[in-house]
């Protein structure tokens, strides 16, 4: 694993997780599903596309 800084608040860790771990990530995260991302907006979160057009995943390992 390294470091490389684009700047001192900007950097970028080269492998970081093998070809095996992502695929074991990305099979994970596929068998729990994704949802559409929310935003907070004056206390309350809600699904604005204009703002935010992506799905996540929110996951929680218990650690």
């Known amino acids: 694993m390294h470091k490389y800084s684009h700047t001192v608040k900007i950097f970028e860790v080269k492998v970081f997780l093998t070809e095996k771990e ?3 990530f990305i099979e994970l995260s596929e068998s729990i599903g994704y949802e ?3 935003v907070q907006l004056s206390g309350n979160r809600q699904v604005l596309s204009n703002i935010r057009n992506n799905e ?3 996951y929680f390992s218990g650690l």
């Open 36 to 38: 559409s991302a929310d």
């Open 56 to 58: 996540r995943l929110n």
């Open 22 to 24: 992502c695929a074991e």
